[in-house]
């Protein structure tokens, strides 16, 4: 029902532009929480954002925020990640991931359904 796949990874240099899609291949995309997160090598995953079903409410990081900006089209049944001003520590895979709970539930636990993630590399 919900099978999310990421794009639009890549290498970077700090302080460009790169904008992540996650599409869904199911017809419920619109009834899910949309959450971006990341897992740098050796660390553990962590939020970044994540945006309301219709998508009006959003929630950031404090370390993406004003950087980052997420987005839906429930439509194209796509989440983007429009991700600006890249630095180093920004390097990570990225996934995509769905809730049936709040835009604010932003542990991991509360997502039950993950993309493959996508590699994103910023260099100095």
């Known amino acids: 029902q919900v099978q999310l796949v990421e794009s639009g990874g890549g290498l970077v240099q700090a302080g460009g532009s790169l904008r992540l899609s996650c599409a869904n291949s199911?017809?419920?995309?619109?009834?899910?929480?949309m959450g971006w997160f990341r897992q740098a090598p050796g660390k553990g995953r962590e939020f970044v954002t994540s945006i309301s079903r219709g998508g009006r409410s959003t929630y950031y990081a404090d370390s993406v925020k004003g950087r980052f900006t997420v987005s839906r089209d429930n439509a194209k049944n796509t989440v983007y990640l429009q991700m600006n001003s890249l630095k180093p520590e920004d390097t990570a895979v990225y996934y995509c991931?769905?809730?049936?709970?709040?835009?604010?539930?932003?542990?991991?636990?509360?997502?039950?359904?993950w993309g493959q993630g996508t590699q994103v590399t910023v260099s100095s």
């Open positions: 991931a769905a809730s049936k709970f709040s835009v604010t539930d932003i542990h991991e636990g509360y997502y039950g359904y």
């Open positions: 199911g017809r419920t995309f619109s009834s899910y929480v």
